[in-house]
């Protein structure tokens, strides 16, 4: 099992940046693939972005492309958003989710997951 703790949101306004960082415990880091989702009122808990195990390969929902950058440090058991150029439409609360076996877009293949953190972008 894993644990996981998000940090870093908070309130800024468009065209700002944020990095989101999620600090890892319990069993080893590195057997997980990691993922970012959000959840933005009334909606439904959508797909960010996802990190493999190493590093070596990524996936980015179309709309965060180009925008936002996710990396993981295994060394420290972190793994970390940058989000720039930030638009009022990605107020949401992140989550950061980890899973055994290859990256993944599909929040059901996930099977732990932070307590979410809010990252408000006002216009």
């Known amino acids: 099992q894993v644990q996981l703790v998000e940090s870093g949101g908070g309130l800024v306004r468009a065209g700002g940046s944020l990095r989101l960082s999620c600090a890892a415990s319990g069993r080893a880091f590195t057997r997980y693939s990691i993922g970012w989702f959000r959840q933005a009122p009334g909606k439904e808990r959508e797909f960010v972005a996802t990190i493999s195990w190493s590093g070596a390969s990524t996936d980015y929902e179309d709309s965060v492309k180009g925008r936002c950058t996710i990396s993981r440090d295994n060394a420290k058991n972190m793994a970390y958003l940058q989000m720039n150029s930030l638009k009022p439409e990605d107020t949401a609360v992140y989550y950061c989710?980890?899973?055994?076996?290859?990256?993944?877009?599909?929040?059901?293949?996930?099977?732990?997951w932070g307590q979410g953190i809010q990252v408000t972008v006002s216009s």
């Open positions: 989710a980890a899973k055994d076996g290859p990256r993944s877009n599909s929040r059901g293949r996930y099977d732990y």
